[in-house]
């Protein structure tokens, strides 16, 4: 299996602020890498696939950058919305799997 | 706009099979390049895929669980199944329903179903 390590765990944030999260692979998966963005006590939802694409309805200010084994999810400039956890996916095998997750808290 | 719903017990006892379905509205389950799939989400915790149906009846499990899941596809009723047996307490988590796409270049899971808490206790 694929491990996707995010980093870090947890950060603190003000609105305003810009903000990157990390996602390394364990090995070379190209750009097959997708950020879901989840809510306390709601679904997932899709932020950014295949690296660095906008899923349709996501604000710009979200973007992906990143190749390989190593991308990166950055928020450039944080609203009240988007304290929340993020997650990374690898599409590129099977079993997918997901970052342990990037919890973004109000400073 | 696709939706996914998903349905069943929220309390199976220990030993026993969880079964959940997912009904989806909005499309077609019998569309090419959607990989109809189950996430599951221990309390507090990290996501885990489970695994997918395609509508032809291709499967793919993943291997922690493959002993135990079966993942089965109704195309009449626009439904997909889970079914994950023996269960323990460690199965209680809430599990997704999800659509993933994959187009030639690219996938990507562009709609998830609400979840639902499946609680594993006597």
Same mark, same amino acid.
């Given at each position: 299996?694929?491990?996707? *390590?995010? +980093?870090?765990?947890?950060?603190?944030?003000?609105?305003?602020d810009?903000?990157?999260?990390t996602?390394?692979?364990?090995?070379?998966?190209?750009?097959?890498?997708?950020?879901?963005?989840?809510?306390? =006590?709601?679904? %997932?939802?899709?932020?950014?696939?295949?690296?660095? +694409?906008?899923?349709?309805?996501? %604000?710009?200010r979200?973007?992906g950058?990143?190749? =390989? *084994?190593? $991308? *990166?999810?950055?928020?450039?400039?944080?609203? %009240?919305?988007? $304290?929340?956890?993020?997650?990374?996916?690898?599409?590129?095998?099977?079993?997918? *799997?997901?970052?342990?997750?990037?919890?973004?808290?109000i400073? | 706009?696709?939706?996914?719903?998903?349905?069943?017990?929220?309390?199976?006892?220990?030993?026993?099979?969880?079964?959940?379905?997912?009904?989806?509205? @909005?499309?077609?389950?019998?569309?090419?390049?959607?990989?109809?799939?189950?996430?599951?989400?221990?309390?507090?915790?990290?996501?885990?895929?489970? @695994?997918?149906?395609?509508?032809?009846?291709?499967?793919?499990?993943?291997?922690?669980?493959?002993?135990?899941?079966?993942?089965?596809?109704?195309t &009449?009723?626009?439904?997909?199944?889970?079914k994950?047996?023996?269960?323990? /307490?460690?199965?209680?988590?809430?599990?997704?329903? /999800?659509?993933?796409y994959?187009? &030639?270049?690219?996938?990507?899971?562009?709609?998830?179903?609400?979840?639902?808490?499946?609680?594993? &206790?006597?």
């Amino acid at each position: 299996d694929i491990q996707m *390590t995010q +980093s870090p765990s947890s950060l603190s944030a003000s609105v305003g602020d810009r903000v990157t999260i990390t996602c390394r692979a364990s090995q070379g998966i190209r750009n097959d890498l997708g950020w879901y963005q989840q809510k306390p =006590g709601k679904a %997932p939802e899709r932020l950014i696939y295949a690296a660095s +694409s906008l899923q349709s309805g996501v %604000p710009s200010r979200f973007s992906g950058s990143g190749s =390989g *084994t190593e $991308f *990166t999810l950055t928020i450039s400039s944080l609203q %009240p919305e988007d $304290f929340a956890t993020y997650y990374c996916l690898q599409h590129n095998s099977y079993p997918r *799997t997901f970052g342990q997750g990037t919890k973004v808290e109000i400073k | 706009q696709v939706q996914l719903q998903e349905s069943g017990p929220g309390l199976v006892k220990p030993s026993q099979t969880l079964s959940l379905t997912c009904t989806v509205s @909005g499309g077609s389950i019998s569309s090419n390049g959607y990989y109809w799939s189950w996430i599951r989400q221990h309390p507090g915790k990290g996501l885990e895929w489970i @695994g997918y149906i395609y509508y032809s009846g291709s499967t793919k499990y993943n291997p922690s669980l493959k002993s135990r899941v079966t993942i089965s596809v109704d195309t &009449s009723k626009n439904q997909f199944s889970l079914k994950l047996s023996s269960v323990t /307490v460690a199965d209680t988590a809430v599990y997704y329903c /999800v659509r993933e796409y994959c187009s &030639s270049t690219s996938c990507r899971i562009d709609y998830w179903g609400q979840g639902t808490l499946v609680t594993v &206790s006597t």
